[in-house]
């Protein structure tokens, strides 16, 4: 659906020229206050019967704007003096300061988001709106449950949920309180994180949620910042949860954290002593099949093994591939980074992983890997060489990473199979971990 500012937008100059002047003088300027036509599709309430909207974005996405509006579709009747759905409004956010700042005074917030006949007043000492027709609005802290167990509302405006730090005893008490009128609804805007209180939210059959991207709402954006923040995040997981608005899934006691692979990112690559590519292959090779992991890796293995590095270049891995059509793209992924050896398990396909191999290049450099441990057993040692800051990712490695922060002690903890980690796993034991373990300092000769 395209907001109605979009489709004028779109229209040709003559058709904009005709809406606007066929508008009164009153309509023009009421328009401006019209949320309805200039919102996006992110910023619409659901319908149905529900009792949460989780509106997700990234930064700047309009979340804010969203949640203004909802207070004010609540609060409203027809006219100034008519009353709404709700009367008792409860806004919070993560401290006082910034649902003040925020949610009441921001640019995008309520009082500049209300009509000069509809605008409620702002009474500091009670820290509270009140409206022409009577509602109210109290201001509270997520810093401070406590200060909610008493009141009562009829609507509550919730943002930047994910990130408070007693998100938990704060949402149980604004429940409680959620008691008033008919219907009592809540809306939630945040920038989503892997925190238990959105996710048992977003789980609940009583929430609707709604998201966007910061790029949705570009045309309210200076060009200068989405071009820095794009240029800064595109391709890894913090740009995925600021800018995306995606909430990205973190195992409990997880081998590997959102944090360290971001720590772990780096805009360029060194000159490598040595690349590889290794392969998952799936057990079948048809649509309903895992995918087939294929990851690229390089290592700088100057001096001793503590001084070594390992560089995760490219995650090539390919979904619902025949076996000719995965072998083709390990090939091709070792062409295109100057790879040595092609490193496949075969506990699933045997010698037929190799003769698949050989079919696409018959002079390949080639080594099967069998496992003879768990996949966390394997996975160990490698998520320690990331503990010591020893490897290192190439941006955009999104679907690796998601992987990776799904294994945790107990196992994988996502459907499907690991593959893009098991693939990751047997390249890093490739060029780190088995060389490590036959090395030798040299010796020096001793001239007689």
Same mark, same amino acid.
């Given at each position: 659906m395209r907001s109605g500012a979009a489709l004028v937008a779109s229209a040709p100059v003559a058709a904009q020229r005709d809406f606007l002047e066929a508008l009164s003088e009153a309509e023009l300027l009421a328009l401006p206050y019209l949320f309805e036509f200039w919102a996006l599709d992110h910023q619409v309430p659901p319908v149905g019967d529900w009792r949460t909207w989780v509106i997700l974005g990234g930064r700047g996405a309009g979340k804010t704007r969203a949640g203004a509006e909802?207070?004010?579709?609540?609060?409203?009747?027809?006219?100034?003096?008519?009353?709404?759905?709700?009367?008792?409004?409860?806004?919070?956010?993560?401290?006082?300061?910034?649902?003040?700042?925020?949610?009441?005074?921001?640019? +995008?917030? @309520?009082?500049?988001? +209300?009509?000069?006949?509809?605008?409620?007043? #702002?009474?500091?000492?009670?820290?509270?709106?009140?409206?022409?027709?009577?509602?109210?609005?109290? @201001?509270?802290?997520?810093?401070?449950?406590? +200060?909610?167990?008493?009141?009562?509302?009829?609507?509550? #405006?919730?943002?930047?949920?994910?990130? #408070?730090?007693?998100?938990?005893?704060?949402?149980?008490?604004?429940?409680?309180?959620?008691?008033?009128?008919?219907?009592?609804?809540?809306?939630?805007?945040?920038?989503?994180?892997?925190?238990?209180?959105?996710?048992?939210?977003?789980?609940?059959?009583?929430?609707? +949620?709604?998201?966007?991207?910061?790029?949705?709402?570009?045309a309210y954006?200076?060009?200068?910042?989405?071009?820095?923040?794009?240029?800064?995040?595109?391709?890894?997981?913090?740009?995925?949860?600021?800018?995306?608005?995606?909430?990205?899934?973190?195992?409990?006691?997880?081998?590997?954290?959102?944090?360290?692979?971001?720590?772990?990112?780096?805009?360029?690559?060194?000159?490598?002593?040595? @690349?590889?590519?290794?392969?998952?292959?799936?057990?079948?090779?048809?649509? %309903?099949?895992?995918?087939?992991?294929?990851?690229?890796? %390089?290592?700088?293995?100057q001096g001793p093994p503590q001084d070594w590095r390992a560089y995760v270049i490219e995650d090539a891995t390919v979904s619902a591939a025949s076996p000719s059509e995965w072998a083709r793209a390990a090939v091709a992924a070792m062409q295109r980074h100057g790879a040595s050896r092609l490193v496949a398990e075969v506990n699933q396909g045997g010698d037929l992983v190799e003769s698949v191999v050989r079919q696409i290049d018959p002079m390949v450099s080639y080594r099967g890997v069998r496992a003879s441990r768990g996949k966390v057993a394997r996975a160990e040692p490698v998520a320690a060489l990331y503990e010591q800051g020893r490897v290192f990712h190439a941006r955009g490695l999104d679907a690796l990473e998601d992987q990776m922060c799904l294994m945790s002690a107990r196992g994988f903890d996502g459907s499907g199979s690991p593959d893009r980690v098991d693939a990751l796993v047997w390249a890093l034991q490739e060029v780190m971990i088995d060389p490590a373990a036959h090395w030798r300092r040299p010796r020096l000769r001793v001239l007689e």
């Open positions: 909802w207070v004010r579709s609540m609060v409203e009747g027809s006219r100034p003096q008519d009353k709404g759905a709700a009367r008792r409004v409860a806004l919070i956010g993560e401290t006082i300061e910034q649902t003040r700042e925020v949610m009441v005074f921001g640019e +995008s917030g @309520i009082l500049a988001c +209300s009509p000069p006949d509809r605008r409620p007043e #702002w009474i500091a000492g009670r820290r509270m709106l009140v409206w022409p027709n009577g509602a109210e609005a109290r @201001i509270y802290s997520a810093h401070d449950p406590e +200060s909610l167990r008493g009141p009562q509302f009829d609507a509550v #405006w919730a943002d930047e949920l994910a990130k #408070w730090k007693r998100a938990e005893e704060a949402w149980d008490m604004l429940q409680f309180g959620l008691r008033l009128g008919d219907h009592p609804r809540a809306c939630v805007t945040t920038t989503p994180r892997n925190v238990g209180v959105l996710r048992d939210l977003l789980a609940r059959a009583s929430t609707v +949620s709604t998201h966007a991207p910061t790029e949705a709402n570009r954006l200076a060009d200068s910042f989405l071009e820095e923040v794009q240029a800064r995040y595109a391709g890894t997981r913090l740009g995925r949860q600021e800018l995306d608005g995606v909430l990205l899934a973190e195992a409990e006691g997880a081998l590997w954290t959102s944090a360290a692979l971001q720590a772990a990112q780096v805009d360029g690559l060194p000159v490598m002593d040595r @690349i590889v590519v290794a392969v998952d292959p799936p057990v079948t090779g048809h649509k %309903g099949s895992d995918a087939c992991g294929i990851v690229v890796v %390089g290592a700088v293995t």
